[in-house]
């Protein structure tokens, strides 16, 4: 009966508690679309792993702009 009733996920949030959408439709502090930071809780590791892989990308484009 030790088995957790939900368990702790590998790969945590993000999120840095600046939760404001950009024009690019991503958040300015996480860089994670609405869509990500809505469904973070239902995504596996690997599609989180996926996320977090392409954030330091996203962050580029954007101050590269």
Same mark, same amino acid.
Do not use: H, N, T
């Given at each position: 009966m030790n088995d957790p009733v939900c368990p702790i996920p590998q790969v945590e949030s993000p999120c840095i508690g600046t939760c404001t959408l950009g024009p690019e *439709?991503?958040?300015?502090?996480?860089?994670?679309?609405?869509? /990500? %930071?809505?469904?973070?809780?239902?995504?596996?590791? *690997? *599609?989180?792993? /996926? %996320?977090?892989?392409?954030?330091?990308?996203?962050a580029q484009r954007l101050f590269d702009d």
């Open positions: *439709q991503l958040c300015v502090g996480c860089f994670r679309s609405g869509k /990500e %930071i809505a469904a973070w809780l239902s995504y596996s590791d *690997q *599609q989180r792993r /996926e %996320i977090m892989d392409d954030l330091p990308g996203r």
